[in-house]
Protein backbone atom coordinates (compact mmCIF):
# COMPACT_ATOMS: atom_id res chain seq x y z
CA UNK A 1 0.00 0.00 0.00
CA UNK A 2 1.10 3.50 -1.06
CA UNK A 3 0.02 5.97 1.91
CA UNK A 4 0.72 9.57 1.12
CA UNK A 5 1.00 12.36 3.65
CA UNK A 6 -0.99 15.37 3.37
CA UNK A 7 -0.16 18.65 5.35
CA UNK A 8 -1.00 22.45 4.91
CA UNK A 9 -4.79 22.47 6.48
CA UNK A 10 -5.41 24.92 9.19
CA UNK A 11 -7.96 27.89 10.21
CA UNK A 12 -8.93 30.11 7.61
CA UNK A 13 -11.89 32.99 7.49
CA UNK A 14 -14.57 32.76 4.49
CA UNK A 15 -12.84 34.27 1.87
CA UNK A 16 -9.29 33.07 2.44
CA UNK A 17 -6.79 30.77 0.93
CA UNK A 18 -4.92 27.69 1.49
CA UNK A 19 -2.64 25.38 -0.28
CA UNK A 20 -2.66 21.48 0.67
CA UNK A 21 0.01 19.41 -0.19
CA UNK A 22 -0.20 15.23 -0.40
CA UNK A 23 3.56 13.73 -0.59
CA UNK A 24 4.95 10.48 -0.68
CA UNK A 25 9.02 9.60 0.14
CA UNK A 26 10.46 8.04 -2.79
CA UNK A 27 8.79 8.41 -6.32
CA UNK A 28 5.34 6.37 -5.38
CA UNK A 29 3.37 8.36 -7.27
CA UNK A 30 5.39 8.37 -10.67
CA UNK A 31 3.06 7.30 -13.56
CA UNK A 32 -0.25 7.49 -11.66
CA UNK A 33 -2.96 9.91 -11.48
CA UNK A 34 -3.71 11.53 -8.30
CA UNK A 35 -7.18 12.41 -6.16
CA UNK A 36 -7.73 14.63 -3.41
CA UNK A 37 -11.40 14.08 -1.56
CA UNK A 38 -12.51 15.18 1.40
CA UNK A 39 -14.87 14.37 4.21
CA UNK A 40 -17.17 16.88 6.42
CA UNK A 41 -18.59 16.04 9.49
CA UNK A 42 -22.21 13.89 8.45
CA UNK A 43 -21.16 13.47 5.27
CA UNK A 44 -19.64 10.61 2.98
CA UNK A 45 -16.01 11.32 1.46
CA UNK A 46 -17.09 13.01 -1.73
CA UNK A 47 -14.59 13.59 -4.98
CA UNK A 48 -12.94 17.35 -5.27
CA UNK A 49 -10.43 17.09 -7.51
CA UNK A 50 -8.01 14.64 -9.55
CA UNK A 51 -5.05 15.15 -12.13
CA UNK A 52 -3.69 12.78 -14.56
CA UNK A 53 0.04 11.66 -14.37
CA UNK A 54 1.08 14.39 -16.76
CA UNK A 55 -0.65 16.34 -15.39
CA UNK A 56 -2.57 17.59 -18.95
CA UNK A 57 -6.19 15.99 -17.54
CA UNK A 58 -8.20 17.51 -14.31
CA UNK A 59 -11.08 17.25 -13.19
CA UNK A 60 -12.84 19.02 -9.99
CA UNK A 61 -16.17 18.51 -8.36
CA UNK A 62 -18.94 21.33 -9.35
CA UNK A 63 -18.89 22.50 -5.48
CA UNK A 64 -15.11 23.73 -6.35
CA UNK A 65 -14.79 24.34 -9.47
CA UNK A 66 -13.22 27.70 -10.41
CA UNK A 67 -12.26 27.87 -6.95
CA UNK A 68 -9.38 25.07 -6.29
CA UNK A 69 -6.73 24.44 -8.35
CA UNK A 70 -4.86 20.96 -8.58
CA UNK A 71 -1.34 20.81 -9.65
CA UNK A 72 1.76 18.29 -9.33
CA UNK A 73 5.41 18.53 -9.28
CA UNK A 74 6.41 14.97 -10.37
CA UNK A 75 10.37 15.49 -9.52
CA UNK A 76 9.34 16.40 -5.91
CA UNK A 77 6.48 13.38 -5.71
CA UNK A 78 4.32 16.20 -4.36
CA UNK A 79 0.82 17.13 -5.09
CA UNK A 80 -1.09 20.30 -4.21
CA UNK A 81 -4.19 21.86 -3.99
CA UNK A 82 -4.43 25.34 -4.10
CA UNK A 83 -8.08 26.26 -2.41
CA UNK A 84 -8.97 29.91 -3.13
CA UNK A 85 -12.10 31.97 -1.74
CA UNK A 86 -12.84 29.01 -0.10
CA UNK A 87 -16.38 29.13 1.90
CA UNK A 88 -17.56 27.13 5.18
CA UNK A 89 -18.89 24.70 3.52
CA UNK A 90 -15.75 23.77 2.72
CA UNK A 91 -14.91 22.59 6.12
CA UNK A 92 -13.62 19.39 6.01
CA UNK A 93 -10.71 16.71 6.41
CA UNK A 94 -9.11 16.19 2.99
CA UNK A 95 -7.32 13.19 1.94
CA UNK A 96 -5.00 12.40 -1.19
CA UNK A 97 -4.48 8.92 -2.40
CA UNK A 98 -2.88 7.76 -5.62
CA UNK A 99 -4.85 6.58 -8.16
CA UNK A 100 -4.65 2.60 -10.30
CA UNK A 101 -4.02 4.45 -13.64
CA UNK A 102 -2.00 7.04 -15.34
CA UNK A 103 -4.98 8.55 -17.12
CA UNK A 104 -8.14 10.32 -15.59
CA UNK A 105 -11.01 7.88 -15.79
CA UNK A 106 -14.21 8.22 -14.10
CA UNK A 107 -12.32 10.76 -12.00
CA UNK A 108 -15.13 11.21 -9.31
CA UNK A 109 -15.06 7.50 -8.29
CA UNK A 110 -13.11 6.95 -5.06
CA UNK A 111 -11.91 3.66 -5.80
CA UNK A 112 -10.37 1.18 -3.12
CA UNK A 113 -7.57 3.54 -2.68
CA UNK A 114 -4.85 4.25 0.55
CA UNK A 115 -5.80 7.86 1.94
CA UNK A 116 -3.19 9.90 3.71
CA UNK A 117 -4.21 10.44 7.43
CA UNK A 118 -5.57 13.75 6.43
CA UNK A 119 -5.35 17.57 7.05
CA UNK A 120 -8.03 19.43 8.65
CA UNK A 121 -9.38 22.65 6.67
CA UNK A 122 -11.67 24.84 8.47
CA UNK A 123 -13.15 27.55 7.43
CA UNK A 124 -14.88 30.22 9.84
CA UNK A 125 -17.63 32.58 8.86
Known amino acids: QVQPVESGGGLVQAGGSLRLSCAAS????????MTWARQAPGKERESVAA????????YYADSVKGRFTISRDNAKNTVYLQMNSLKPEDTAVYYC??????????????????WGQGTQVTVSS
Open 51 to 58: ISWSGHAT
Open 97 to 114: ARRSTSDLINPQWLGPYS
Open 26 to 33: GRTFSGYA
